[in-house]
């Protein structure tokens, strides 16, 4: 019935659309809007006619399409970072016009001010709560290690929270890690980490852009609860052959891109690995033999982008993505203990893109996923492997209508075969007398069917709504739910805008995790019998102003966000190969509410931003199934909540070879659970006595406030012969040495004469201290 009901609702919606209010004879102008030279695609780039007042925005593949009337028209097609492009249009039937912009001239401040669509269109635009970025923003800013990192960028954005120092994962407004929908070319990601979450997954060098939308979610994401994280890849070359690259301290990366037929599609391939096991291996090989070495661990990461473009046709294009990575960690002792513990993902997808007319647009896209987690445990002539994954086929279809330049519609449907391997243990003696095997797995199945529209009534309403359908089955277990969003602008001026928006979301698939492992445990878990799935619902409302000619915008943005079905775990819970997993979970609700302050510039020889949250978030876990619940039923803060946080990102180019960069962090410390007194404990005979610790409730203290500066210079070199564009990126992490606390223990003090402990002093340990680093990037 629901189905049939939004069906039937579009169907009427596409006969009532105000087409009789147009006297002249309307003409379609579209087409596409690239870089000069790459032909990339510039999504986000205006294409108006200033005399109308009328004007459309380019989508992610850069095409646009714009409703006139007939007769001459000035067209004038921008985008930051770009050079202008005016062009007078006789527009006597639908034409199709495509527009190469050349670069703004100075490079380095170029890829400084590029960003997807200027501040006056975040203005206009009802979408709010959304952080966009490019790849070559990023890399301007200084990094670990020199390492640039997509993901701990958008850490610099107001909502986002780390984890804590040295980690990736993503919290965005009170959400967990697992609650974020992370998708490269509109396929799946499960684990978007390397080395144990301190770098993501994401190459640089083969990313073109990146959105985050934090609240008031399009209709056509789900199946998370707090974010989605959008990455497209860069579609490659069509023109000429090039190669790029960089060489830093601790990995190396290389891309190779240019044309499968010139003018007909383009390839792209990108690669990247870092060399940790290079050095420690030979360390280890040179204090072979000695008795009191204890061998570092091997670690390395890997990974490996594809991606590739080929025109059939004016109206159908073919894209096909890749990615591959792995982590490998292992340890290998004298005495014949051998642990070997991997993860990695495997993502691929296919998608066609086809053009019915200049108003009317097919994405379809078939994606396969898969992420593995294993550790392969040795000892002399006994081995175990524990492993888990999680196998995903999908597919998708958007269809895009443009019936008049007062609606977008857009509406689609997607399909997810899963296969959950919740645990997988294999033990045994190599000579095969010994042998004993147990697997648990279950299969899934999600679907979901959307239906929006973006509505522009007049100049000061703009109204995003729709309306998304999903279910999810697991053998005989079904669930499902309606998920309204909703989102309106209303311009006060032209330079003013009040914001609101509301979306409800479901999440069906779980991450397992236990916090107490002294290793991460990964298991994807389907909603089933007991485990129902996740919901939660957010508002948001806000202001956006701009300032100084179009120079500076500032937004302010209030929140709350409401969540049921939260998943915690029992004391001791069995996680892995356990075909009961339903009875170890614990239920609870959260809640989530804040105030987001934005200021960003993006012209200008300084451009960069200022963000500060002031937020709360709560987890509250009742009794149930025979224990006491989390914190015996009472609200607490968990270990991500931070009540402020503040980030200043400065770009200035000094120079056409020159530009310094600088990133500031501050927050709150992290809620921590830490013994509030301890008892003496003597054993049966009186003779020894241990202090046994005394816990408050949950995440009662916080660890002392988090902050950092960060500096870097990036100066490009006088180009070659060979090499006719290279740079030195120098960057100082931590510049300041700033030693800020990763965890607290307790170290014993003892009465020198009697040997006896008389208290317990705190001790923190820190992860990284002042780190400089530097790189060498190069494109020729």
Partial sequence: MVVQFLISGFLVLLTVLPNAAWAQIQRTL????????????????TVAVPALGLGATADEQGAYSLR????????????????????????????????????AGNELGEVVVEGRGSLQQKLQTAQMSVERLTAKEAK???????????????????????????????????????????????????????????????????????????????????????????????????????????????????????????????FLLSGRRTYFDVFTRQINKLNEGKDDYNPIPDYYFYDFNAKANYKLGSKDELFLSGYLGNDKFGFSSQNGFNFKFNWGNAVGALRWNHVFNPRLFLNTTASVT??????????????????????????????????????????????????FGTGTLQAGSEDGRLALGSSTTYPGAEAALYAADTYKPTQKWQLEYGLRLSGFQSGTDHYGGLEPRAAVRYS??????????????YQYVHLVTNSGASLPTDIWYPSRKSVKPQ??????????????DGRYLITNEVYYKWAQRQIDFKDGAQLFVNPDLDSEF????????????????????????????????????????????VNNGNTFYPTYDRRHNLTVVVLHSLSERVQLTGSFVFSSGQATTLPLARFAFQDLYGEKVAGVPVYPQRNTYRLAPYNRLDLGVVWKMRPTRWIPEADLTFSVYNS?????????????????????????????????????????????
């Fill in 586 to 629: 614990l239920f609870g609700k959260g809640w989530a509410y804040g105030n987001e302050i934005y200021l960003e510039k993006k012209q200008g020889r300084t451009t960069g931003w200022v963000g500060y949250t002031l937020a709360w978030t709560k987890r509250r876990f009742p009794p149930q199934r025979g224990t006491t619940g």
């Fill in 140 to 266: 301007l800013l200084p990094a670990l290690f020199g390492e640039v990192d997509i993901l701990k960028t958008l850490q610099l954005k107001p909502g986002v929270q780390n984890g804590g120092e040295g980690t990736s994962g993503l919290f965005v407004r009170g959400g967990s890690a697992d609650q974020n929908l992370v998708l490269v070319d509109d396929a799946l990601v499960y684990n978007p980490s390397h080395l144990f979450g301190l770098f993501s997954v994401f190459n640089p060098d083969a990313v073109q852009s990146v959105d985050l939308y934090k609240g008031g979610f399009p209709a056509q994401y789900g199946g998370r609860l707090s974010s989605v994280v959008d990455v497209k890849l860069r579609p490659g070359n069509p023109e000429k052959l090039g190669v790029s690259g960089g060489i830093g301290l601790i990995s190396s990366r290389l891309t190779v891109e240019g044309p499968i037929k010139k003018g007909k599609g383009a």
């Fill in 492 to 505: 006060l001026t032209p330079t003013v805008s009040l914001k609101s928006s509301y979306a409800l979301m």
């Fill in 370 to 419: 898969r992420y593995e987690y294993q550790i392969r445990n040795q000892l002399d002539q006994f081995a175990f492997n524990l492993s888990s994954n999680i196998r995903d086929l999908t597919l998708r279809s958007d269809l895009d209508y443009l019936p008049n330049d007062r609606h977008a519609l857009k509406f689609g449907l997607t399909a997810t075969a899963h296969r």
């Fill in 535 to 548: 919901r939660s619902q957010q508002v948001a409302a806000g202001i956006s102003w701009l300032l100084g």
């Fill in 30 to 45: 579209s087409g596409t809007v690239r870089t000069t030279g790459t032909a990339e695609a510039l999504p986000g780039a």
């Fill in 68 to 103: 006139l009337p007939e007769g001459r028209h000035q067209v004038v097609v921008s985008f930051i970072g770009y050079q202008t492009q005016t062009l007078t249009i006789n527009l006597t039937r639908n034409q199709r016009q495509s527009f190469q912009l050349a670069g």
């Fill in 736 to 780: 300041y040495n700033r030693r800020n606390p990763y965890f607290v223990y307790f170290d014993q003090v003892k009465d020198e004469q009697t040997d006896e402990v008389i208290r317990f002093r705190a001790r923190q340990v820190s992860l990284f201290p002042v780190i400089p680093s530097v790189t060498y990037n190069f494109k020729f």
